[in-house]
């Protein structure tokens, strides 16, 4: 058994199981029993592979996820936002906010946000200061006139629930990602698990505006027949990739991850310009559809982006 990667998938259930119970209680002992290892061997082997305490990434991750809802789910109210992503009290909510981002959570709503953001959402809640002089306001509210998009390309079309297998990333969006899809990729090549029907998607899993690089995550999905999961595949090796109805805009060219920035304009267009006005509300992490080519003259793997994607339903 390669241990390593055995711990490495042991801590990132740890961490997915943190993101689908972020409003419960998640004491150090809990945590560990997702593990499987004990507390003692649990938080050492976490702060190895993340870098940080399980407690402080608990709270990094609450904060983090509250500044995304405080953006874009502006009729939450502070109050439920801060209960949504864990925080007992609006006071510690309030206090632990300012002392991470420098600034309230209701300044971040009106526009703090905007310091670390490249443009503004247009369904956010706008304080006088951050409000665009009307000449301005008024150039933006072109439906048309989007810098990095062309709208003709944007399509609405319903991906399917998948059993996958998922390789992870820890870090940076511009380097290291294709080395993750080359390892999972060849995981699954070697046991007849790639076919003319398998899809490899990508989910970024942070918002690379609030979370600092170092701590971004990246999942590496390849879909696979259930047929073939149930017949040859361990459970603890599969996993599972949530379908559904997601709005896609697929490039003329697919995308290196080195060019993440103009990724994340695409994704900031989608966010901030396309989202308000097209009647729907997004739901979870944007994923990337991607494109895996083996060089023939090597065992060497380039991954691209070909189409980027957010999971939505209507408002």
Known sequence: MNVEREQRKQI???????????EDSLPLEKLAGIST??????QRIFKSIVGETPAAYVKRFRLENAAHRLIYETYIPITQVAMLCGFSS??????????YFKTSPKNWREGAYLQQFPREYEDSKKSKQVRKPSKEKEDNAIYNEFKWLDLSKIKIETFPNSTTIKGHHFGTYTSGVSEAWEEVHKWCESRNLIDSHTLFLGVPRNNPYITPPDKC???CHITISKTIAADSIASDDRSKFVGGKHVVYEFDEPVDYSERNLIIDCYSELYSYWLPRSGFKYLSNPVEVIEIQQDGDTLKRESKIKAIALAIEPK
Do not use: A, K, N
């Not at 990132?12 to 972020?22: K, S």
């Open 90 to 99: 609006l006071s510690y909510f309030t206090y632990s906010f300012q002392s």
């Open 37 to 42: 290892y004990s507390p003692f061997h649990f």
């Open 12 to 22: 990132f259930r740890v961490l997915e199981y943190i993101e689908e119970h972020v």
């Open 217 to 219: 995550r990246y999942d």
